[in-house]
C-alpha cells in the first residue's frame, strides 16, 4: 500500500510536469509576439473567456493574458504545486485520523490531484471550493468553460482585496496580478517592504501579455 501510493505521488509529480506549459518572462514587445507563436490555440476559447469577462466585470485581454502565463492556452494543463509532497502527507494524516462516517477517501485513492492547480487559469481545488465550486474532481476544472468561471471568481476577490489595501488605483490591478499568483501573502509582502511584489515577474509577464492582446485586438477592429 505504501509503494502504491508513493507511485500515485511521483506519478501524479510527473504528469503535471508534462503537462504545464508555463511561457517564459518577456518584457518586450517582439518577445511576446514570439511567445504568442506557440499558443496554438489562443482564440479557440474566446467566446467564453468574453462571456465570463462580461459577467464578472473584467477586462477580457486581461483574462487571456493571465491564461497565457498561466497555461499558455492548454486546457489540459496540470502543475503541482509548491509544497505538494507536505501537503500530501499532511491532509493524508488528518484524513485517517476523521471517522470512517466523515472520511473522504479521495484522498487516498488520488493523492496527488488535490494539490495540483488545473486548466486554462491554473486553478487550485481548494480555491474552486471556497467559490461554490461542486465538482466531484479537482480535474473537473480542466473543462474550459469550469475552469475559467472558477478563475475569474477568485481573479474578481483580489480586485476586491487589492482596492481595499490601495488608494493609489494604478496599483491595483498589479496588486489583483500578483495576489491572483500569490495570494493575499504578496500583496502584503509588497505593502511591508515598499519595494516590488515578490512574484513580481509573474505581474510584469501578465502585463506584457494584455498589452498585446489589447494591440491585438486594436488592430482587428482597423
Known amino acids: 500500500m505504501r509503494i502504491l501510493r508513493w507511485g500515485l505521488i511521483i506519478a501524479g509529480w510527473s504528469v503535471g510536469r508534462l ?14 509576439r514570439s511567445m504568442a507563436k506557440k499558443w496554438a490555440r489562443e482564440d479557440e476559447f474566446d467566446e467564453i473567456i468574453r462571456r465570463k469577462a462580461e459577467e464578472h466585470g473584467l477586462t477580457y485581454t486581461l483574462i487571456k493574458g493571465i491564461i497565457a502565463k498561466e497555461s499558455s ?14 501537503a500530501y502527507f499532511k491532509n493524508l494524516k488528518a ?33 474552486a471550493l471556497q467559490f461554490g465550486f461542486t465538482g466531484q474532481y479537482p480535474s473537473d476544472l480542466a473543462d474550459p468553460e469550469t475552469g475559467i468561471e472558477y ?23 498589479p496588486a489583483a496580478i500578483a495576489g491572483y499568483n500569490g495570494g493575499a ?38
Open 19 to 32: 503537462h504545464t506549459v508555463s511561457p517564459r518572462l518577456t518584457t518586450k514587445s517582439e518577445g511576446v
Open 73 to 86: 492556452f492548454n486546457p489540459n494543463a496540470i502543475k503541482p504545486e509548491p509544497g505538494f509532497f507536505k
Open 95 to 127: 484524513q485517517v485520523l476523521r471517522s470512517k462516517s466523515k472520511h473522504d477517501d479521495r484522498w487516498i485513492k488520488y493523492p496527488n490531484i488535490f494539490s495540483c492547480s488545473y486548466g486554462l487559469m491554473q486553478v487550485l481545488y481548494s480555491t
Open 151 to 173: 478563475g475569474c471568481r477568485y481573479l474578481v476577490s483580489r480586485f476586491e482585496y487589492a482596492i481595499t489595501k490601495f488608494e493609489d488605483t494604478d496599483e491595483i490591478k
Open 185 to 222: 501573502g504578496a500583496v502584503k509582502t509588497k505593502i511591508r517592504t515598499g519595494k516590488v511584489y515578490p512574484n513580481q515577474k509573474y505581474v510584469d509577464a501578465v502585463l506584457e501579455y494584455q498589452k498585446y492582446f489589447d494591440e491585438k485586438q486594436e488592430a482587428s477592429r482597423g
